[in-house]
């Protein structure tokens, strides 16, 4: 960039301060847990639905995992009084078009709405939680769906990569089962769908968010009585605690004649609640979080080794993490993985400039107010905290905390979390072409690539 074009880039703003949200908080007596939070000026309304749909133990984990990708896309395919299309059409008569995902944790329920249709969407919503059908031939069509979109992912070496630093990270835990298999998800049937809905499909333990046009005391009114219905014996199951693993040799997955190696690095992380929380966030940025961090500054723009390296702090229930990717040709992977490393002792070793926390600082923050600023993305802000057992006004006082910390926690927290003989390290790629490299920085084990990879 020229000194002309960054005279004309104008300096960054000073950091919004996170707005107290005016939060309404109920508790049904099914133990649903409701969230509302009114913001007038647009006439729409965003729902979130958070179901806690862990699997119970590694045991379970795979045959549950296959059971809930079917399951998500199967609650729509109708209920004891309406058909897939006739559903899609009582929500669309108010603006609304429901959708339903899931992830190690939770299933989720989301849609917008015209305000005023929010006790008729609610009452579609009811009819799905207490009599979904799981009608056979709609869910074979469905299952045979997901088993050919799984058997193509994972054959992707980005899902393999993260399927191996699973395993390595979480052993013997649920977290450690990524994708289950297409032949598990070829055997599930309508009655295991209906079974699992019935069992975990629960009220106790789940979340319920609003926010939109809306007065608190006539949702929570609507919510009540829609729901009174949905009842269930027990409380909806979280995942158990996860291990804390040594990061072991660095594994190679083979994949032969592959031009390009994937590279993975993750370890622990401090959860929501932990204070090194938001130091270790702005260590995170200034590493690889963003554009102008030191990885992309290393290894893309004055090496040429990766389009897009990144890292970034992730959190589930159970495992907080810190990861790093890159996407390297295979002649480089050796080099690539050491700057990477490199770039991970600096950040311990010698502390960060002032210029570069603020930088960091200030693009968390505009990040945190962005991701807040439309009805869609606080409702799914605040599913996330609150289903993580965290109170609204997390947000600004996280704000806070990340406005307070200093160079020196920045240095302390990276010398704690983000060292490199801390993370679990992996590398998809010809193992025939890199291992030597790789074995130049220390000890490396070869496995196989899954049989469905290597058969393509």
């Known amino acids: 960039m020229t000194a002309t074009v960054q005279h004309l880039v104008p300096p960054l703003g000073e950091p919004r301060p996170q707005p107290e949200l005016a939060v309404t908080e109920s508790t049904l007596p099914s133990g649903l ?84 249709g929010l006790a008729p969407v609610l009452g579609v919503l009811a009819e799905v939680l207490t009599s979904a059908a799981y009608p056979s031939d709609p869910v074979a069509a469905e299952r045979a769906r997901v088993a050919e979109r799984i058997a193509i992912a994972r054959s992707q070496p980005a899902v393999i990569a993260r399927t191996a630093l699973a395993a390595r990270r979480f052993g013997n835990h649920p977290y450690a089962e990524q994708l289950p298999s297409p032949e598990l998800v070829g055997a599930v049937r309508s009655s295991a769908l209906r079974k699992l809905h019935r069992e975990r499909v629960l009220p106790a333990g789940s979340t319920l968010v609003l926010v939109g046009d809306l ?91 990766s389009y897009s390296p990144r890292s970034s702090v992730d959190h589930l229930a159970a495992a907080s993490s810190f990861l790093v990717e890159a996407d390297v040709a295979t002649e480089v992977t050796g080099p690539a993985l050491l700057e990477a490393w490199y770039e991970l002792a600096r950040m311990a070793l ?21 991701a807040t600023a439309t009805h869609a993305g606080l409702a799914s802000t605040l599913s996330a905290l609150v289903g993580a057992g965290l109170p609204p006004g997390w947000l600004a006082e996280h704000q806070r905390a990340l406005e307070a910390v200093t160079v020196e926690e920045v ?37 196989a690539a899954p049989v469905a990879e290597e058969q393509r």
């Open 215 to 305: 007065d608190p005391a006539a949702a929570a009114d609507a919510v009540g009585t829609a729901l009174a219905g949905w009842t269930g014996e027990g409380t909806a199951v979280t995942a158990p605690p996860a291990p804390l693993l040594p990061p072991g040799p660095l594994e190679v997955v083979d994949r032969p004649g592959a031009v390009q190696s994937n590279l993975r690095l993750a370890g622990p992380a401090p959860t929501r609640t932990d204070p090194d929380l938001a130091a270790v966030r702005l260590a995170n940025m200034v590493y690889g979080g963003y554009f102008s961090s030191r990885l992309v500054e290393n290894i893309r723009e004055r090496r040429g080794y």
């Open 33 to 116: 847990r409701l969230v509302v939070v009114p913001r007038p000026g647009v006439p729409l309304v965003e729902l979130r639905l958070r179901v806690p749909f862990a699997a119970r133990s590694a045991r379970t984990a795979a045959q549950h995992s296959a059971r809930t990708t079917v399951l998500s896309g199967a609650v729509l395919l109708g209920t004891a009084a309406h058909d897939a299309t006739e559903i899609a059409q009582l929500l669309q008569a108010h603006g609304g078009e429901l959708s339903v995902s899931a992830d190690p944790d939770r299933l989720l329920f989301s849609t917008t709405l015209l305000a005023e």
């Open 350 to 370: 010698t502390p960060v400039t002032e210029e570069e926390l603020d930088g960091a600082r200030r693009y968390v923050l505009g990040s945190m107010a962005l």
């Open 411 to 447: 240095q302390a927290a990276a010398r704690r979390y983000l060292q490199p003989a801390g993370l679990t390290a992996v590398v998809v790629g010809d193992a025939e072409r890199v291992t030597d490299g790789l074995g130049a920085l220390g000890p490396v084990e070869v496995t």
